[in-house]
């Protein structure tokens, strides 16, 4: 089975910086997806960004970019120039392409809740 | 184009009670998944259903059960509830099979259970 492990539970960042979360991932497939996902106090979860493991270049979404080592199972979320919108709690989430019982199934980390100071 | 919808969005039961919450996935959407998010679990799968079949199930007891209909308008189902069931249950629709599409989350529903 697989595993996501987001090692910091909490994060702090200044407005205008840039802070990185970090995300493990345990599996034994070679073929999956990658995701952060972003959870305002709101609750409703937005995916920040998208990685397909197959893909050597790192994703970007405009301040949003990621440091995809397949080899070594990590998959970390850098936000640039943080704005005070940003904060929330984010996870780190692994879906497997192998299909099967990997249908519709996003394995999450624990999440990491992110606070921006002005 | 509407995002999805879950009601109730807030449900209060007592033990051994059960209870139905629904889910209405954005339009086109055949794909539904359900989670269950807790402080200290966090956030897993509970079902997956794409064209009214379940294709994946997680690790749950019996008492959590689900269906999708033809429009794909899913519930889950949840009987005997106990006091551990009290969680905050998201469901998230994508296109087709999640995974190469993305899944939107609708605003959840928050059940306690007393």
């Known amino acids: 089975a697989q595993t996501v492990t987001q090692s910091q539970p909490e994060m702090s960042v200044q407005e205008a910086e840039t802070v990185t979360l970090s995300c493990t991932y345990d599996?034994?497939?070679?073929?999956?997806?990658l995701f952060w996902y972003k959870q305002p106090p709101s609750r409703q979860m937005i995916l920040v960004i998208r990685q397909e493991a197959y893909k050597q270049q790192n994703a970007t979404e405009n301040r949003f970019s990621v440091n995809f080592q397949k080899a070594a199972k990590s998959f970390s979320l850098k936000i640039s120039d943080s704005q005070l919108g940003d904060a929330a709690m984010y996870f780190c989430?692994?879906?497997?392409?192998?299909?099967?019982?990997?249908?519709?199934?996003?394995?999450f980390g624990q999440g990491t809740i992110l606070t921006v100071h002005p | 184009k509407a995002g999805v919808t879950q009601t109730p969005r807030y449900l209060i039961k007592t033990r051994g009670q059960q209870v139905t919450l629904s889910c209405s996935p954005i339009?086109?959407?055949?794909?539904v998944s359900w989670y269950q998010q807790t402080p200290g679990q966090g956030l897993q799968f509970l079902f997956e259903y794409f064209s009214e079949t379940q294709r994946n199930k997680g690790n749950f007891p019996g008492r959590f059960s689900g269906r999708q209909f033809s429009n794909s308008r899913s519930e889950m189902n949840v009987s005997t509830l106990e006091l551990g069931d009290s969680a905050l249950y998201l469901c998230?629709?994508?296109?087709?099979?999640?995974?190469?599409?993305?899944?939107?989350f609708g605003p959840g529903t928050r059940l306690t259970v007393l």
């Open positions: 989430a692994y879906h497997s392409n192998a299909g099967g019982t990997s249908y519709g199934k996003l394995t």
């Open positions: 998230a629709s994508s296109y087709g099979l999640a995974g190469n599409n993305e899944q939107f």
């Open positions: 599996t034994s497939e070679s073929d999956y997806y």
């Open positions: 339009s086109g959407h055949r794909s």
